[in-house]
Structures are given as structure tokens and as C-alpha cells.
Antibody, heavy 126, light 108 residues
């Protein structure tokens, strides 16, 4: 059973770069028709999709964050990472990594996020 | 890309049914059959409940069902149980991905 775990600093100063890593266990990050995503949730608010990556390195980002986001993958470590630059207090949130399924077992196109990591709180403050 | 619109809250007594709506546009909900629903208990990660509008992952009780009409998707919980009290979010593919504003389900 695939599991995801986020890691990284819980406190980042304004204007600096937020960096998080998601470690995938219980399966290879390179297997199957999966993309790997980052999603965030400010306290008391809704979910916001940040972006996704395929193991080839192909990425797609939320247009509202695109200028500040970089997602990368390290297949040798079974990890993918998020960098968000020039952060402000508005970037304070719980950050989740999740697997994005795009082809089901019948080889038909689909789209859903499962499983998710437990989430990690990142606070932007001086 | 605006968040999909959900009611802030819905409530029902145990055993009753509640329906949560998720309204988007022809560019997201109306344009693709890729609507999914997630349940989130306080302090926990979201959990997939419905995908591709109406399909249920294994392990999700059959009292959860999904549907779509035009630009609005819906999640219905039949036979409401205490453990169903949580926040629920819809999500639609739209070239990228957009989530709903979230709905708090209260079991009276």
C-alpha cells in the first residue's frame, strides 16, 4: 500500500523560498500511470491545487502560483519536491502531497487524488 | 480559475439523507466527467470518497453517491451516521485542478 510523507521546515521567513519533500513508500514512484501533486490548505480554509509532476519531469502548475512554483522529482530516492519562492504570510498553510491517478485499472482516463500524505504545516513569519 | 461553489454547511439527523452541491462552469464541472469528492475530519488529510462523478473506491460505504447535471455536481449521503460529520470538498479537472469551497456536514 502506497504511503506518502511530507517533510521540511515548519517555519520560513517572508521573501524566502519554501522547500518541501514528499517521500513515497510501499511502491515505486515510477510505476503506473500516476502523477504526483502538491495541494495546500490555509487554516480554516479550502484546498488549493499547487501543481503536479510526472516521473519524466513533465510539470503543470496552478496558473495563480506558476511564477513562484517549481516541482521536481528524484526517482532514485522515490521522492518529489516543492519549491515556492518569495513567500508571504498568505502562503502559510498545511501542505499535502498526493498521488494523482490519471488512468484506471481498465486503462481508461480518470482523475483523482489518492492517497494523500498526512500534511505538514508551514508558517511564514519573521 | 475560481473555486467551485459549495454550500457552507448542511445538516441532518442520523438516518436521514443530505445532499451537497458543487457548482462550477462549462470549463470545469460541466466540461469533464472528472469530479471527485473528499471527506476531511478535523486535523486529518482528505480522503477520497467519489471519483469520476459517481464511482466509489473500494472501502467507501455505498451510502455515499455522486451525480452531475450540467455545471453542478452533487454528493448525497444516505442513512447519515455520526462518523459522517466532517468537511467535504469537491474537485474538478479543468486543464488544471480546482477544488470546491468546502461544506461542513453536521449530524444533529
Amino acid at each position: 500500500q502506497v504511503q506518502l510523507q511530507e517533510s521540511g521546515p515548519g517555519l520560513v521567513k517572508p521573501s524566502q523560498t519554501l522547500s518541501l519533500t514528499c517521500t513515497v513508500s510501499g511502491g515505486s514512484i515510477s510505476s503506473g500511470s500516476y502523477y504526483w501533486s502538491w495541494i495546500r490548505q490555509p487554516a480554516g480554509k479550502g484546498l488549493e491545487w499547487i501543481g503536479r509532476i510526472y516521473t519524466s519531469g513533465s510539470t503543470n502548475y496552478n496558473p495563480s502560483l506558476k511564477s513562484r512554483v517549481t516541482i521536481s522529482v528524484d526517482t532514485s530516492k522515490n521522492q518529489f519536491s516543492l519549491k515556492l519562492s518569495s513567500v508571504t504570510a498568505a502562503d502559510t498553510a498545511v501542505y499535502y502531497c498526493a498521488r494523482l491517478v490519471v488512468v484506471n485499472e481498465a486503462q481508461q482516463p480518470t482523475r483523482w487524488f489518492d492517497p494523500w500524505g498526512q500534511g505538514t504545516l508551514v508558517t511564514v513569519s519573521s | 480559475q475560481s473555486a467551485l461553489t459549495q454550500p457552507r454547511s448542511v445538516s441532518g439527523s442520523p438516518g436521514q439523507s443530505v445532499t451537497i452541491s458543487c457548482t462550477g462552469t462549462s470549463s470545469d464541472v460541466g466540461g469533464y466527467n472528472y469530479v471527485s469528492w473528499y471527506q476531511q475530519h478535523p486535523g486529518k488529510a482528505p480522503k477520497l470518497m467519489i471519483y469520476d462523478v459517481s464511482k466509489r473506491p473500494s472501502g467507501v460505504p455505498d451510502r455515499f453517491s455522486g451525480s452531475k447535471s450540467g455545471n453542478t455536481a452533487s454528493l448525497t449521503i444516505s442513512g447519515l451516521q455520526a462518523e459522517d460529520e466532517a468537511d467535504y470538498y469537491c474537485c474538478s479537472y479543468a486543464g488544471s485542478y480546482v477544488f470546491g469551497t468546502g461544506t461542513k456536514v453536521t449530524v444533529l
